[in-house]
């Protein structure tokens, strides 16, 4: 698997530019949080990660949308709006001389106290943004996952809807498993054992000509499984949104993930199942390159959730 080479080597915290945070915008290794800070013990802290394309940050209102969602399923209340986030991101993307990069806006609970309930704590907001290239240098050519046994929590049992660093513990470990199994990614079944996601991106499979992913219960509603849903139907495919046993990756003609940081990205094996890089895939992969850049329908042109019902609830 060929990785691009990161455009700089420099640790993140040793870098030039300004981070924006709490409303100005200060020196990069000055965006500082104090080590008793709340969201860095229990969790708590939200983030984004956004791409800039052409020096636009694709899909940024949903970006901030999301950011302000998520604090809400944590408990806390932003002390920006979302139109004030894309307005500080804008700002940070212009003051960094962006044009394709990385954008990361984190929200946390400050250091005034340690207690678990903190109503009335602090809550800090940072965006920073940097060059960042093409995951994979020479375009999507297909990533390799391997079956962790760590699962999606229910809804009831994890704050499932959030993209909150309260996740990502589980992410991190099925990431590392998958890493020491000498795979690229994990493939995350959920808490009753069905198809999930990957630790930072959304699951489609190909079935008889149509795609299938798994419904945003126990995984993360992608912005950009959204958008290639929109495209998908642009490009008269059918879309069905249900449960997904593992036993369907058998008869799968093409697996591809979505995500920001993957774009469209072809699974080549799921353990022992190989895949093809495939004519569904490609298809998608190439519109959503063009929809990122302006080119073609960005895929939002109707409602997110305008995914055709179920044909099938449940997959076993
Ligand atoms: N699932 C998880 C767990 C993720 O971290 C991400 C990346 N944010 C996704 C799915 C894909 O989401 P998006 O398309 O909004 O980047």
Not at 7 to 13: E, G, Q
Not at 106 to 131: E, K, N, Q, Y
Not at 176 to 191: I, K, M, P, V
Not at 192 to 201: D, Q, V
């Amino acid at each position: 698997m060929t990785r691009a080479t990161p455009v700089t080597d420099a640790p993140l915290a040793d870098r030039d530019g300004v981070i924006w945070l709490d409303g100005d915008l200060v020196p990069w290794r000055q965006a500082h949080l104090h080590v008793l800070s709340h969201g860095l013990h229990y969790g708590g802290s939200v983030f984004e990660g956004e791409r800039a394309y052409d020096g636009r940050v694709f899909k940024l209102h949903e970006h901030s949308a999301r950011l302000v969602a998520s604090a809400q399923e944590m408990g806390y209340a932003l002390p920006w709006t979302a139109e004030e986030l894309d307005a500080a991101t804008r700002e940070v993307v212009a003051a960094a001389g962006l044009t394709d990069g990385y954008v990361r806006p984190v929200a946390w609970r400050g250091s005034d106290t340690l207690r678990l309930v903190a109503p009335d704590s602090r809550v800090h907001v940072a965006v920073a943004a940097w060059p960042w290239p093409r995951i994979f240098a020479d375009g999507p050519r297909g990533i390799r996952l391997h079956t962790s046994r760590w699962r999606r929590p229910a809804p009831d049992t994890a704050p499932v809807r959030a993209k909150t660093a309260a996740q990502y513990a589980l992410g991190s470990l099925a990431g590392q498993e998958a890493e020491r199994a000498g795979r690229d990614d994990a493939l995350l079944l959920d808490h009753r054992g069905r198809l999930a996601e990957a630790t930072g991106a959304n699951l489609f499979l190909v079935l008889d000509g149509a795609l299938h992913t798994p419904p945003p219960e126990c995984v993360l509603d992608g912005i950009t499984r959204r958008t290639v849903v929109a495209l998908a139907q642009d490009l008269g495919l059918t879309v069905v949104e249900r449960h997904l046993a593992p036993a369907e990756l058998d008869r799968a003609t093409e697996v591809f993930l979505t995500g920001t940081a993957y774009e469209v990205q072809p699974v080549t094996a799921v353990d022992d199942r190989e895949y093809p890089l495939g004519e569904v895939g490609t298809a998608l992969a190439e519109a959503y390159a063009r929809a990122v850049r302006g080119g073609g329908t960005d895929g939002g042109g109707r409602p997110a959730g305008a995914v055709p019902a179920a044909v099938s609830d449940e997959a076993g």
